[in-house]
């Protein structure tokens, strides 16, 4: 498995088009994409800081993802959303999953 963590800051006020973002994202999702789970959580002590952390069964399938024409349309949107509501640009933090434990 293979995840990423994307930090980035929402201005204040965004909680309204942070939903309405993560349901662009998710509409534009294709079921042969290798993505396993995808979480989005806000700091405690600074609310306005953002991770979402993606997993995937590879980072060869999360690579053939960013490249997959067919989301493209709807990521048009996303984008869009995002330049409204993001404050700079979000950092990518890529990781190798080692172990994994649910309970």
């Known amino acids: 498995m293979w995840a990423q963590i994307i930090k980035t800051r929402v ?3 965004s909680d309204a088009e942070l939903a309405t973002l993560m349901d662009q994202l998710k509409a ?5 994409s290798g993505l396993i789970r995808s ?3 806000r ?3 600074d609310p ?6 993606v997993v995937f069964d590879s980072e060869e399938s999360a690579r053939a993802r960013e490249n997959d024409p067919r989301r493209e349309a709807g990521l048009a ?3 869009e959303t995002m330049g409204r509501i993001f404050e700079g640009a979000p950092e990518f933090i890529n ?3 080692v ?3 649910a309970f």
């Open 48 to 53: 306005d800081s953002l991770y979402i952390m």
């Open 95 to 97: 990781l190798n999953v």
């Open 43 to 45: 700091d405690q002590a």
């Open 99 to 101: 172990a994994e434990t």
């Open 77 to 79: 949107a996303a984008r």
């Open 28 to 32: 534009v999702e294709q079921p042969d």
């Open 11 to 13: 201005k204040p006020d």
């Open 39 to 41: 979480t989005t959580m």
